[in-house]
């Protein structure tokens, strides 16, 4: 991985091709830069994957920044893949019903 790819939020694709320790410590870079240089980029990425208010600040209460970015990568890759299974799912009855 290239040193600029550590610190950019990983790609829509990458939450399914990536391990998820490789997404993972993808995350905590990238957040854990956002938490120190643009909190209101992390609350908006917060929203944009649609991670639950009161888990995130739940994770805000970690005592230091590494905790914290580890915590939030956690809820955002839960997130995601809730998301890619619920695609799945949803993919898999409109072809049955097609059927």
Known sequence: ??????YQEPLAREYETLSRDELK???QLFIGDLLEHNFE????????HDVEESKFHLAMQEPAIEKQSAAIADLVIE?????VASRKAYQKEKKKSLE
Do not use: F, G, S, V
């Open 1 to 6: 991985m290239d040193e600029l790819a550590k």
């Open 41 to 48: 980029k992390l609350c908006h990425m917060i929203y944009r």
């Open 25 to 27: 410590q993808r995350l």
């Open 79 to 83: 997130r995601e893949l809730q998301k």
